[in-house]
């Protein structure tokens, strides 16, 4: 076989280069044994052919400024912008140098094989040399577009305005839990939409206000929990069927034979009490009452109720029902119902999930049902106190179940802009099931947090029905199958949709005002959702550089697909309008808000000093009418007569 030797000058180029990145690889002793210029006398070499096409191609690239890139293992995304014409600049973090160098160094030891082989039938040219002489020839180009998995490894003040890049400048506003508990408040100046009909009521602890609020609002759920209790106790007694609940506290009579019976007399009269309360403060009856006006229930009566709270609802103490009691129990529900949209989620053990304000992955999240464990997460670091990072989130006691298994959806939408604000929505989703059946007798993370990067660790239980599958996963197509079964497939285009669309809208409008509106910028967002018995969906958080490793059959399949359909709404419809944009769907395009330019100049407004003081009118009496026109002056009464001032001048 005819070998050609490279020229000399780009021998020494590729030389050059491939020392210096092992140079500067922080693990140099396990690169110790990969000896560059030994390396590259081995590895097949290019012919002329070859190298004339890939120098073209980049030189092409450079002049269409189609130089890309990506850091962190993205590779549909470098296959996708390659297969596009882009070029790679490489952009190697430290672990990737590493990873790089034993790359180089497993090729030389493979083609040395092939040298020593006794096939000497011509090869083709391997296409990631080709690509790595590309991105040598392009290493002092500008980069055109950025795919990072780090929001400040770029800093987008830096960045011409041709640049692209997929993270946008001050996403932590909604990307945080912190974040969106606080924007989401504001959404009344946005539209006539209550967050309350999509996100779980959430509380900072940090803050004091905020941590009164909480305290008040777990009272008040006691309340109610107590009630419903007190009601679904009831049908269980008439044979009306029981609930999840009844099935808890079966287990749990049998543990608390020994217990006294409770009157429930005076802690339902106090529930009903606290409940009409709140009721009357929603018709702005409380407006009158004095701040010194003492609050219904103490301290100590609060502690004494919450403790035969707990014994009731919790410990399955043994209590009488009435049915007088049962029929202003169903009464004050049906009155609470009406202004309360997250009545029927709540439950009835007032369990709430604490989380740290800014981590990710499930990581530091705990689940209490006790007012005082709940605050004792946070009182006992007082740095996170005085950082604000710890909030409080009323718990979804009553999800929607698959075969007696908890589950979330994590749905992608994609924001090209900010002004207009623009958001796609990805049309296909997946779920992730914990690996224990849902349960209230524990709050362990295993039953209750649903995330793929704690629920991958932990073995699925027995008991857990065979149609799970084993990696916790199912794609939206099998769930509509599942609906299918129980006849409420329609709900997913009727309910679930459209719901998640709306909390997804909502959440980015409260945000808009705080983001960076730099064009030419992206990025994939996604949200965390729960469906609840009617299949209403409630949003739990939005996250940043969503992880698109195909950990399962299902994420290898659908994180590709949202790769490649990102780019086509990013790029190829940047070119082409009607271009196919794959399963994202445009959901919300703002009018566009002008900015007014600020061009330096102090406005100023200029005025005369009175010389001398004006006479002010008398002080009308009462018992005289005032003149049909005000500030009219009557020639019977000269005192009363005013001095015009003189006109002000403003200079702009």
Sequence with gaps: METTALSAQ????RRQAAKGACLRCPDSAACSQFKVSRSLDRLPLLDPDSLRAAREFADKAVKMHKIFAV???????????????????????????????????????????????????EKPPDPQRLHDLMSHLVRNKMVYFYWTNRRHSINSNNLHKDQFTNHFEKAGTFTTKVGLCMNLRNLHWFDSANPDTFFPRCYRLGAQDERIAFIEDYRRTACVGLLKYIVEMDRGVQGEGPTLNLCFLS???????????????????????????????????DIDMSSETPPMLSQAEWAEFLDSYYLVVHGGAEIEIRDRLVTCCKAMLQRMKAVSPQLEIDGIHNIWIIKPGAKSRGRGIKCARRLDQILRVVDGDPTLINERK??????????????GTKFDVRQWFLVTDWNPLTIWFYKKCYLRFSTQPYSLDTLDSSVHLCNNSIQKHLTPSQQRHQCIPTDNMWSDKEFRAFLSTGGRKSQWETVVVPGMKKAVIHALQTSQDLMDSRKNTFELYGADFMLG????????????????????????????????????????????????????????????????????????????????????????????????????????????????????????
């Design 10 to 13: 780009e021998g020494q180029e």
């Design 71 to 121: 850091q962190g293992r993205y590779p549909v995304i470098r296959a996708a912008l390659r297969a596009r014409g882009w070029v790679e600049q490489c952009m190697h973090s430290s672990k990737q140098k590493v990873h790089q160098c034993h790359r180089n160094k497993n090729r030389a030891d493979s083609n040395r094989a092939e040298d020593n082989s006794s096939d000497d039938a």
């Design 251 to 285: 287990g749990q009579r049998k543990q608390n034979k020994r217990q006294p019976r409770l009157d429930l007399s005076q802690i339902t009269s106090s529930a009903l009490q606290v409940c009409q309360e709140f009721l009357e403060s929603f018709e702005h009856h």
């Design 533 to 652: 018995r009617d299949l209403h969906p409630w949003l739990i958080e939005i996250n940043a550089s969503p992880t698109m490793a195909p950990s399962t059959p299902v994420t290898a399949r659908l994180c590709a697909a949202v790769q490649e359909d990102t780019l086509r709404v990013v790029l190829d419809r940047r070119l082409d309008r009607t271009a196919n944009t794959g399963d994202f769907e445009l959901i919300y395009k703002q009018a566009a808000v002008d900015i007014p330019q600020y061009v330096g100049v102090n406005l100023l407004v200029e005025g005369f000093a009175i010389k001398g003081a004006s006479p002010l009118p008398p002080l009308r009496s009462s018992k005289r009418s005032a003149p049909k026109h005000r500030g009219a002056i009557t020639e019977k009464n000269p005192a009363e007569k005013v001095k015009l001032l003189p006109k002000m001048r403003a200079r702009e």
């Design 390 to 403: 710890w909030v409080v989130q009323k718990y979804l006691e009553r999800p929607f179940l698959v075969h």
